[in-house]
């Protein structure tokens, strides 16, 4: 790995677009897609040339440039000539609708917009009641503009490691979007410690990843892992199911893959049917949610490869505890990512001895300034260097952290604090199940009892025999008291954008028993 200095004025595209041309690889490939194929070399002509577009177009540094952009060479192009020119490029969710953009363009004040042709239908009507003095519609004559004329260089803006870089919009299940806000330091941080020293990247690595890249995770993965260490990004920008992300690893032959235990649910199952080529994978991550065991054990048993799951979040920017390769622990996030550290607090913010569970917290070099005028988020999440993750966790001795649940999703039930994950996980083990979901919900005496959202496989009916099934199975798994009391067998479980489940639609969404 390469040490984590930086220089005085310090601006990340040096350091992941420039020093490629500096160190001979502009003839390598940098990004594969059914676009084509995009040289080290390529790509930074475009960022410089993106950069002089932006700036002669009227946007100064600090400004914002909102990013609704598909996984396609032009985000690369747009983020990058941003942070080039000293302007903090804000990539969003594009498959928000036009209130939502209407909330972001309000709150970040951006200067400038740029979004892909193809989400024109959300996008225009929330600029009536706010429009950035720069929109940039990305079509072909306006990539043309951009990226294809005027001089391919540009000499990056001086800015420091602990200046603001850009910003992630953090997906909270409730309440207003927060932008959280990188420095310049923060994309060097995980990709050294993450990506190279956890998961190995180097140079010879093809980067696919099904998350995509205006989440955290997938910019992390597809964009700035390959280009700290001169490897190669294969971008798919279709929605990604078994067929398109197996016919995308056959296609561009990656070594490492990215995905949520959705997916791999999900293509686990088509893999009764297709035979695809993975034989170019050297291991595939998870995150986003915890990977239950019995996923891992599958996805082994069928295809020969390790899932490495790991904990990251949006303010974290990428995973902080993580299994690694050749040691994956079953039903565990893993061990720290050196770099960083991690404290087990009770509610009275004392420090948990190892097997208890409690709320974690998180201190490392890459986690987020604040969030972006919302000082009061910032003094509750983020106190002295420490971050509040909202998840309740438990450590064992040897350094284990086992995922209980969001904080505000644990149960209690009998009086003994209950996982909800440690219900589903157990029910996914059973061969009828695909998903599940357990909350907690007060029977005929007030008592809170789990409750069980299934969603089953293909062949499996949803029949009382199954339920009388399903407890069985639950019991002698878990604790007496953990067993479903109660059983919803759906089509599909309400997610977030980034494939969380939202329990608390779940709890809203149901009758009340009794
Ligand atoms: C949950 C997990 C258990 C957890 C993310 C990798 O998911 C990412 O960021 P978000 O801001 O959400 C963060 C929250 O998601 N979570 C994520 N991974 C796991 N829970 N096991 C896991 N492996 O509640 C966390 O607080 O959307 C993931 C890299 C970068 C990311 N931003």
């Not at 941003?82 to 972001?104: E, H, W």
């Not at 929605?239 to 690893?249: G, H």
């Not at 239950?292 to 082994?300: A, E, I, K, S, V």
């Not at 420090?351 to 005028?373: F, N, T, V």
């Given at each position: 790995?390469?040490?984590l200095?930086?220089?005085?004025?310090?601006n990340?595209?040096?350091a992941?677009?420039?020093?490629?041309?500096?160190?001979?690889?502009?003839d390598?490939?940098?990004?594969?897609s059914?676009?084509?194929t995009?040289?080290?070399?390529?790509?930074?002509?475009?960022?410089?040339?993106?950069?002089?577009?932006?700036?002669?177009r009227?946007?100064?540094?600090g400004d914002?440039?909102?990013?609704?952009?598909?996984?396609?060479?032009?985000?690369?192009y747009l983020?990058?000539?941003?942070?080039?020119?000293?302007?903090?490029?804000?990539?969003v969710?594009?498959?928000?609708r036009?209130?939502?953009?209407?909330?972001?363009?309000?709150?970040?004040?951006?200067?400038?917009?740029?979004?892909?042709?193809?989400f024109?239908?959300?996008?225009e009507?929330?600029?009536?009641?706010?429009?950035?003095?720069?929109?940039?519609?990305?079509?072909?004559?306006?990539?043309?503009?951009?990226?294809?004329?005027g001089?391919?260089?540009?000499?990056?803006?001086?800015?420091?490691?602990?200046?603001?870089?850009?910003?992630?919009?953090?997906?909270?299940?409730?309440?207003?979007?927060?932008?959280?806000?990188h420095?310049?330091?923060?994309?060097?941080?995980t990709?050294?410690?993450?990506?190279?020293?956890?998961?190995g990247?180097?140079?010879?690595?093809?980067?696919?990843?099904?998350?995509?890249?205006?989440?955290?995770?997938?910019?992390?993965?597809a964009?700035?892992?390959?280009?700290?260490v001169g490897g190669?990004?294969v971008l798919?920008d279709?929605?990604?199911?078994p067929?398109?992300?197996?016919?995308?690893?056959?296609?561009?032959?990656?070594?490492?893959?990215f995905?949520?235990?959705?997916?791999?649910?999900?293509?686990?199952?088509?893999?009764?049917?297709?035979?695809?080529?993975?034989?170019?994978?050297?291991?595939?991550?998870?995150?986003?949610?915890?990977?239950?065991g019995?996923?891992?054990?599958?996805?082994?048993e069928?295809?020969?490869?390790?899932?490495?799951?790991?904990?990251?979040s949006?303010?974290?920017?990428?995973?902080?505890?993580?299994?690694?390769?050749g040691?994956?622990?079953?039903?565990?996030?893993?061990?720290l990512?050196?770099?960083?550290?991690?404290?087990?607090?009770d509610?009275?913010?004392?420090?948990?001895?190892p097997?208890?569970p409690?709320?974690?917290?998180?201190?490392?070099?890459?986690?987020?300034?604040r969030?972006?005028?919302?000082?009061?988020?910032?003094?509750?999440?983020?106190?002295?260097?420490?971050?509040?993750?909202?998840?309740?966790?438990?450590?064992?001795?040897?350094?284990?952290?086992?995922?209980?649940?969001?904080?505000?999703?644990?149960?209690?039930?009998?009086?003994?604090?209950?996982?909800?994950?440690?219900?589903?996980?157990?029910?996914?083990?059973?061969?009828?199940?695909?998903?599940?979901?357990v909350?907690?919900?007060a029977?005929?005496?007030?008592?809170?009892?789990?409750?069980?959202w299934?969603?089953?496989?293909?062949?499996?009916?949803?029949?009382?025999?199954?339920e009388?099934?399903?407890?069985?199975?639950?019991?002698?798994?878990?604790?007496?008291?953990?067993f479903?009391?109660?059983f919803?067998?759906?089509?599909?479980?309400?997610?977030?954008?980034?494939?969380?489940?939202?329990?608390?639609?779940?709890?809203?969404?149901?009758?009340?028993?009794g």
């Amino acid at each position: 790995g390469r040490p984590l200095t930086f220089p005085p004025g310090y601006n990340a595209a040096q350091a992941f677009i420039d020093r490629h041309l500096d160190e001979g690889r502009g003839d390598r490939a940098a990004i594969l897609s059914r676009h084509g194929t995009v040289s080290y070399a390529e790509l930074a002509a475009r960022v410089s040339r993106c950069a002089h577009a932006l700036t002669g177009r009227g946007v100064r540094p600090g400004d914002r440039l909102l990013m609704v952009v598909q996984d396609r060479p032009a985000f690369f192009y747009l983020f990058w000539g941003a942070i080039k020119a000293g302007i903090v490029p804000v990539p969003v969710n594009t498959m928000l609708r036009s209130r939502d953009y209407a909330v972001l363009i309000e709150d970040s004040g951006c200067g400038a917009l740029a979004y892909s042709a193809e989400f024109a239908g959300e996008i225009e009507p929330a600029l009536a009641e706010r429009r950035p003095a720069l929109v940039l519609r990305l079509d072909p004559a306006e990539e043309a503009a951009l990226f294809e004329h005027g001089p391919d260089r540009f000499d990056p803006v001086p800015a420091g490691a602990e200046r603001d870089c850009f910003w992630l919009y953090s997906s909270g299940s409730t309440g207003r979007p927060k932008g959280a806000v990188h420095l310049q330091r923060d994309m060097a941080v995980t990709s050294e410690l993450y990506g190279v020293r956890t998961l190995g990247a180097t140079a010879e690595d093809r980067f696919f990843s099904a998350a995509r890249l205006f989440f955290a995770y997938g910019l992390g993965n597809a964009m700035t892992f390959p280009l700290w260490v001169g490897g190669t990004a294969v971008l798919l920008d279709e929605r990604p199911t078994p067929a398109s992300t197996f016919a995308t690893i056959a296609r561009f032959r990656p070594t490492l893959f990215f995905g949520v235990p959705t997916l791999y649910a999900s293509q686990l199952e088509a893999l009764d049917q297709d035979r695809p080529d993975l034989s170019s994978l050297r291991a595939c991550v998870s995150a986003g949610e915890a990977l239950p065991g019995d996923l891992l054990h599958r996805w082994r048993e069928r295809t020969g490869l390790e899932i490495l799951d790991g904990i990251g979040s949006t303010e974290a920017l990428h995973i902080f505890i993580s299994n690694r390769p050749g040691r994956t622990r079953g039903g565990s996030s893993g061990t720290l990512v050196p770099g960083y550290r991690a404290r087990i607090l009770d509610d009275t913010g004392a420090e948990l001895p190892p097997g208890q569970p409690g709320r974690l917290w998180i201190q490392g070099e890459s986690i987020a300034s604040r969030y972006w005028r919302n000082p009061e988020r910032t003094a509750a999440a983020m106190v002295g260097g420490w971050l509040d993750t909202g998840d309740t966790y438990l450590r064992d001795e040897d350094g284990h952290f086992y995922y209980c649940g969001r904080s505000d999703d644990m149960l209690k039930v009998g009086g003994i604090w209950c996982s909800p994950f440690e219900i589903e996980s157990a029910l996914i083990e059973h061969p009828a199940v695909r998903e599940a979901a357990v909350i907690g919900r007060a029977d005929g005496d007030g008592l809170i009892k789990p409750e069980a959202w299934l969603v089953l496989t293909e062949s499996a009916v949803g029949d009382d025999a199954l339920e009388q099934d399903l407890r069985l199975h639950c019991k002698a798994r878990l604790a007496p008291y953990k067993f479903p009391r109660r059983f919803h067998f759906v089509a599909d479980l309400p997610k977030t954008a980034t494939g969380k489940i939202q329990r608390f639609r779940l709890r809203l969404g149901a009758e009340p028993a009794g």
